[in-house]
């Protein structure tokens, strides 16, 4: 079992930078086996992708709206995940969640966009962005 921890959410203004941090923990722990991901939803919409890396940090995948604006990375002796989010848009508000998953070729397939290629999820943490 694997449980995840976000942290990092609060309110900010168009054009401001937050940092999330997810930190994971579980019995017989590797971090390193694990793809991650962070999903957003907000009011009233689906849980949607933002970002993915695969386990071994050499890939990452984006959305389009965020390409160049957002970075995730992971520090796997830590068993932490980041997502540094940079001019950020009132749009962008809603509920962040960081995820994992075990590899797989369904995550490699669709390179970690789906929800369901994600076996474990955080409780998320809220970002409000103001206009």
């Known amino acids: 079992q694997v449980q995840l921890v976000e942290s990092g959410g609060g309110l900010a203004q168009a054009g401001d930078s937050l940092r999330l941090s997810c930190a994971a923990s579980?019995?017989?722990?590797?971090?390193?086996?694990?793809?991650v991901g962070w999903f957003r939803q907000a009011p009233g919409a689906e849980r949607e992708f933002v970002a993915a890396?695969?386990?071994?940090?050499?890939?990452?995948f984006y959305q389009d709206s965020v390409k160049g604006r957002f970075a995730l990375s992971r520090d796997n002796a830590k068993n932490m995940l980041y997502l540094e989010m940079n001019s950020l848009k009132p749009e962008e508000t809603g509920i962040y969640y960081c995820?994992?998953?075990?590899?797989?070729?369904?995550?490699?397939?669709?390179?970690?966009?789906?929800?369901?290629?994600?076996?474990?999820w955080g409780q998320g943490t809220q970002v409000t962005v103001s206009s």
């Open positions: 579980g019995r017989t722990f590797s971090f390193g086996r694990y793809a």
């Open positions: 995820a994992a998953a075990l590899k797989s070729m369904n995550w490699y397939r669709n390179q970690g966009r789906r929800r369901n290629d994600y076996e474990y």
């Open positions: 890396m695969d386990w071994t940090g050499d890939n990452t």
